[in-house]
């Protein structure tokens, strides 16, 4: 996943131009914050990058116009869906009719279903092999690969501590991930993400926070160049609308992802989410409204030591004025 930051931020300058700067503080440099996150990766990708990208500067807006987060977004098409072709697996093509048709429920399974096939390319052993094969054990015990994140099975098989029974439960798990596949062909990274954007649309707030936490792109990225810039421009809008329309979860991720400059400074899980940071910019007064917008509706929350903590972080960087403001702003 620390991949993915650095390709949403190049993405973000690409689609609206801005040059890319850090937002200079006093804290820049301070240690990390302790944050909530995924950062399940691919096993082809476990070569993590640490690099830390460079993030827009986003000003709060002080006028009448749209707030800047939708500014982005404005006049962007729903996400097509290129020409069906087979998957080779009938569950899946019947997932994406229903998902066609604006089921969201669908969207969401054939999205699992997908990602679970996906993962599995790689482990489709030759006939007759001995199952499970050293290079499916090797994965599912390392938890690099997506098949930890993706087939709950896998996950606790790999953590048997007897090794015989640990062996007998990876073969079942494999076995039966092979025979949900059986045929499988992915599909272009066109129709993964606009799936997951109806799904977060019109779905639940668990596909809603999968969509926004760990996009829906092709392990490596590399072929989702036109999906990130538009994920870029269209997630940090969708966040925006529902804190403003009351949702602390909302309001909170929107004073992470502005408080923070790098992604890789979030260290820990939960729903903060290192792609929205690297899409939005540094602004420690919006960081300071929403924070306060989240701990006003939250005070005891397990998440309001770190609402908190990043509060004292950034207040430095406001006026005594700003931060009385801030503290009773609503949006």
Known sequence: MRRLP???AAALGLACGYGFTRYPTETSTAAPVSVTTSDDAPESTAAQNTSAPRTPRVRASTSGTAHPLLARAAGLPTPPLPPAQKSGVSLLDELRQRAERGD???AAEWLERDARCYAMMPFTPDAGATLPTPGFARAARSGRSRLSGVATDVSAAAQIEDDAQRSSALASAQQRLLDECRGYVPQPPQVRYAFGELAARLGTDKDFWKFINDPPFAAGYSRDTEQAI????????????RAVRGDAEAALALGIAYAIDRPR???????ASR???????NDPLQAYRWLNVYLRANPAAQQS????AL??????????????EAANWVP
Do not use: F, T
């Open 311 to 324: 509060l004292n972080r950034i207040g430095a960087d406001l006026s005594a004025q700003q931060r009385a």
């Open 275 to 281: 792609p929205l940071v690297a899409a939005i910019g």
């Open 230 to 241: 538009d994920w870029a421009r269209r997630a940090p809008a969708m966040v925006y609308e």
């Open 104 to 106: 969201a429920a669908a």
């Open 6 to 8: 650095a390709l949403i």
């Open 265 to 271: 400074e979030l260290d820990g899980g939960g729903n």
């Open 305 to 308: 030591p770190l609402a908190q």
